[in-house]
């Protein structure tokens, strides 16, 4: 009786280390991110030039083939980030975006149909539970509280600032989208591949929302095509 009662804990035992090994590694998202593999591959010795021994004669050279040096300060190994680059939604007609590291833009043709873009662009944020820091209406320009952003491939949640900027240029209406802070944790990020990754985002929630309603409005025709849409 005893022996039965020992393996049994022996097995509950083992079932519970089973089960706290199994949540530490469900918590740990960082590895969605990362290069698989030992990370040997960073041992490869460098490139040595070719010894020619003294009896020998080669052609002309030829630098079509040549290797150039690599860049070596960019991150290497478990700090490389595999994630592919986000890109910026095609949903509305005759617009077009532009990205730099900096700044994600979204370019309208100056019609009617995007006269009330800044009112939607408002209605969205506040669709999403999106509070705002600071805003000027006259200027057009917003900038957001912090946005946490849901956990998918981070160990802690990455919350960033943006600010949001509407200027006519030409025949046309140019949303941009910049960084005002990005951070995980209580540490600051200033890598530029995050902060372009986070424009893109909120660009992109931005598209997919207009598109939305205008489909709304299409499909219900109560407010005309041009009105001011209430979200």
């Known amino acids: ?25 469900t918590s740990n998202q960082r590895y969605k991110r990362q290069v698989s593999g030992d990370g040997s591959y960073l041992n490869t010795p460098p490139l040595k030039n070719l010894t020619i021994p003294q009896d020998i004669s080669l052609p002309l050279q030829n630098g ?9 300060n960019g991150a290497v190994g478990k700090a490389l980030d595999i994630r592919p680059p986000i890109q910026t939604l095609s949903l509305l007609s005759d617009t077009h975006t532009e990205n730099s590291l900096t700044a994600s833009r979204l370019f309208l043709t100056n019609i009617a149909e995007n006269s009330a873009i ?34 998918g491939d981070e160990d802690i949640a990455i919350q960033t600032r943006q600010k949001i900027q509407l200027n006519p240029k030409n025949n046309q209406i140019v949303i941009t989208v910049t960084n005002e802070g990005i951070k995980q ?47």
């Open 118 to 151: 800044w009112s939607q662009i408002n209605a969205i944020l506040q669709q999403k539970m999106i509070k705002v820091r600071q805003k000027n209406d006259p200027d057009h320009s917003l900038i957001t509280d912090w946005i946490t952003w849901p956990l």
């Open 64 to 72: 079509e083939y040549d290797i150039p040096p690599a860049n070596q």
């Open 185 to 231: 944790g209580e540490e600051s990020i200033t890598y530029q591949a995050e902060i372009q990754r986070y424009n893109i985002l909120i660009l992109n929630e931005l598209i997919d929302s207009i598109n939305k309603l205008r489909s709304t409005a299409t499909s219900s025709g109560g407010q005309g095509r041009y009105a001011i849409i209430d979200v």
């Open 1 to 25: 009786m005893a022996t039965i009662l020992h393996k049994s804990k022996a097995i509950k035992l083992a079932g519970l280390s089973l089960a706290i090994f199994l949540v530490a590694c």
